[in-house]
C-alpha cells in the first residue's frame, strides 16, 4: 500500500520561516522526480516546486523562487520544503507528490502519488 505523509504545517507569522517533510512508503522512490504543490482556500493547485530523482536539479514557481527549498533523502524516501519569508499568499493546504519519471515539472499528470496535504497558514 502507497502512503505518501506530509508533515509540518503550522501557523506562522509573515516573515518566518517553515519546514515541511513527506515520507513515502510502499513503492519506489529514488528512480522518481518528485514535487510539493498547494491549495490556497478557494483556488486551484498550483505547483510549488520539484527536483529530480538524484536531486541534481530542481524547479520553482516564481512566486517561491528564492524564498523556497526543495530537497530530497532518497535513503530515507524523505522529500523537504524549505520555506523562508512566508507570506500571507503562502497560505495554503501542501501537497507532496511523487512523479511518473525521474524528471518532472509543473503538470499534475506527471505525478502518480500524492498526499493528503498540511496545512500552512501565514498571518500578518
Known amino acids: 500500500q502507497v502512503q505518501v505523509t506530509e508533515s509540518g504545517g503550522d501557523l506562522v507569522q509573515a516573515g518566518g520561516s517553515l519546514s515541511l517533510s513527506c515520507t513515502v512508503s510502499?513503492?519506489?522512490?529514488?528512480?522518481?522526480?518528485v514535487g510539493w504543490f498547494r491549495q490556497a482556500p478557494g483556488k486551484e493547485r498550483t505547483f510549488v516546486a520539484s527536483?529530480?530523482?538524484?536531486?541534481?536539479?530542481?524547479y520553482y514557481a516564481d512566486s517561491v523562487k528564492g524564498r523556497f527549498t526543495i530537497s530530497r533523502d532518497n535513503s530515507n524516501k524523505t522529500l523537504w520544503l524549505r520555506m523562508n519569508s512566508l507570506k500571507p499568499e503562502d497560505t495554503a493546504d501542501y501537497f507532496c507528490?511523487?512523479?511518473?519519471?525521474?524528471?518532472?515539472?509543473?503538470?499534475?499528470?506527471?505525478?502518480?502519488?500524492w498526499g493528503q496535504g498540511t496545512q500552512v497558514i501565514v498571518f500578518s
Open positions: 527536483i529530480d530523482w538524484n536531486g541534481d536539479n530542481s
Open positions: 510502499g513503492r519506489a522512490f529514488s528512480d522518481f522526480g
Open positions: 507528490a511523487i512523479g511518473r519519471s525521474r524528471r518532472v515539472g509543473v503538470r499534475e499528470y506527471e505525478y502518480d502519488s
